[in-house]
């Protein structure tokens, strides 16, 4: 009894190993307050798979008799492996990447597992992974020899540990919040390495893998001491774009380095623990909105963010959210030259308009007095020419007008405005079918009238008698307008959305630039799809 309390006894090791499943087991439970669900997974899995490496532990070294020691070794080595497998997956989750949800590499990863364990399972057939016998110093144990092939595996083991230690230091690299503490926490895991390799060379110190020791470490560090810590880094450092992670009073708890260039008062670390409202008013006014755009002026350039909110919590209890910056400077940019290039153009159509229209009116009602008095063929392809000439004044104003910027959507019956677009059109013969009652958000007007000219254009290009479809796409969602008519030739499919060009003699050329500036200003896309018979336009929304 004496030998075994002493410094390096049985007991001693008992108690180690007991206390690292005891703090892994328990740190599992608080684990599982974690949000992300990826992440809770693979640290879960990580300290239950470490806690019942270190239970095999506790059994292996409280037994003399070489069969059992030798099956309960065997079991730890399979439950030790297992750890790499919880310890990739949680380090790839908790830094944002994919690699534990990739098919291909858990294919891999299952299949070397699967190897490695059957070696080590048949060990007392081939004798190639270790060898064993009773021994009596530190005390009466089944000690164990590895071989070079075990000494491999283990290798190959802590090469992949050190893959998610670098995953792991990148992500607290990333953020502005101190991680040291935690990097501290991550270093603990590795200093068992320390005394595996003591092991080996003092004598009177047991030959075995210490590594549970360093995992229950970390899990009490984490889990009970720096668990929020833990927390807001992942939320920060979750994204290249800024990230402030908030608590559940608006006080700044972390974010990470693209905040600093957002919110230039962040440079100073002391701001953690201030109100948010205090630290950054203009953006925190900004945040009450529907949908939240933030205008950053700094050296000289305008950036523009929008801002999402990811709120996190605990079973009931609100702990707080993060505050995630998209840049949309580009898009933003990009929208107010196009309202401006609108603008100009609305003006420009305008003033043609206005300027056209008083002498069309002129000679409209001049030729309407000679008509009276003449009945000429020449004065009809006067009247002709006059009415095409209003024509093109209102599709120019129509295409300056309808690739303004949506301002007001509703949501609309896709069937209910393609039929009323239809009973604006001059249809003849043709046939409309409507195979869809989906709802759309839209502008509904514009909506008509991207139908009208659809309508107008499948009419005018496939004959009196077409048929048009109207239907819904599913992937990715939207509508299509399909008609059964002659269809568009190859060489004028890349060439029916520019202004002016038409293949009719009477045609403006107007009508589907008009299509395509309404779907621009919606932000959805066009496309002529390919077809065997007649003509189909697919809008995705």
């Known amino acids: 009894m004496i030998d075994g309390l002493a410094i390096g006894g049985r007991y001693w090791y008992l108690a180690i190993f007991g206390l690292s499943a005891v703090a892994t087991f328990a740190s599992a439970v608080r684990a599982n307050r974690i949000a992300d669900g990826d992440t809770r997974r693979g640290l879960v899995a990580l300290l239950l798979t470490s806690g019942g490496w270190a239970l095999t532990h506790v059994a292996y070294l409280a037994t003399a ?17 297992s750890t790499i497998g919880g310890w990739l997956y949680f380090c790839s989750a908790y830094t944002g990447r994919t690699l534990h949800r990739d098919p291909r590499i858990r294919r891999i990863v299952v299949g070397v597992f699967l190897a490695i364990v059957a070696v080590k399972l048949t060990n007392n057939v081939h004798g190639l992974y270790f060898t064993s016998e009773v021994v009596s110093t530190p005390f009466p144990h089944v000690a164990i020899t590895s071989t070079t092939l075990h000494w491999t595996v283990m290798g190959g083991s802590y090469a992949l540990a050190t893959v998610g230690y670098f995953m792991l230091y990148e992500r607290f690299r990333h953020v502005s919040h101190d991680s040291r503490p935690l990097l501290v926490l991550l270093g603990l895991t590795a200093l068992p390495v320390g005394f595996d390799i003591l092991g080996m060379l003092v004598p009177g110190l047991m030959e075995i893998t210490y590594e549970p020791v360093g995992v229950a470490a970390f899990a009490v560090g984490l889990s009970f001491v720096y668990f929020e810590r833990f927390r807001t880094i992942r939320l ?27 919110v230039s ?3 100073d670390r002391s701001v953690v623990g201030d109100r948010f409202a205090e630290v950054a008013p203009k953006c925190a006014e900004k945040l009450v909105e529907d949908d939240p755009l933030v205008t950053v002026h700094r050296d000289g350039e305008t950036r523009y963010y929008r801002v999402t909110e990811q709120e996190f919590s605990a079973s009931q209890a609100d702990l707080g959210r ?3 910056f998209t840049d949309e400077t580009h898009r933003e940019q990009y929208r107010n030259e196009l309202e401006r290039q609108n603008d100009r153009l609305d003006s420009f159509a305008s003033m043609l308009s206005h300027d056209l ?6 000679a409209q009602g001049r030729l309407e007095l000679a008509r009276e ?3 000429n063929e020449h004065l009809e392809a006067v009247n002709d020419a006059l009415s095409r000439i209003e024509t093109l004044i209102e599709d120019v104003l129509q295409l300056a007008r309808q690739g303004q910027p949506v301002e007001e959507t509703d949501r609309v019956s896709l069937g209910a405005v393609a039929r009323d677009a239809w009973g604006m059109v001059e249809t003849a013969e043709a046939e409309l079918v409507v ?15 991207l139908f009208e000219n659809l309508f107008r254009n499948a009419i005018e290009h496939g004959g009196e008698d077409v048929t048009v479809t109207v239907g819904a796409l599913e992937t990715p969602q939207g509508f299509f ?16 959305f520019e202004s002016g060009y038409s293949t009719a003699e009477d045609g403006t050329g107007f009508g589907l630039s008009i299509v395509e500036q309404i779907v621009a200003a919606h932000e959805w896309t066009i496309e002529l799809a390919d077809v065997e018979v007649g003509t189909r336009f697919e809008i995705r929304t």
Do not use: H
Request: charged share 35%; net charge negative; glycine share 6%.
């Open 322 to 324: 993060a505050l995630v």
């Open 357 to 362: 229209r008083n002498p069309l009116n002129v």
């Open 65 to 81: 008799d070489e069969q059992l020691g030798v099956f309960l070794y065997q079991i730890g080595l399979v439950v030790g492996l």
């Open 265 to 267: 008062a962040l440079d």
């Open 435 to 449: 195979e869809t009652d989906r709802d759309l958000v839209a502008d509904p007007d514009r909506l008509q009238r």
């Open 236 to 262: 920060a450092g979750d994204r290249d774009d800024p990230v402030i992670v908030l608590d559940a009073d608006d006080r700044i708890q972390d974010y990470n380095r693209a905040a600093t260039q957002l």
């Open 373 to 375: 008095k003449v009945d």
């Open 481 to 496: 307008v399909e008609d059964d008519g002659r269809g568009i030739s190859q060489q004028d499919r890349e060439q029916v």
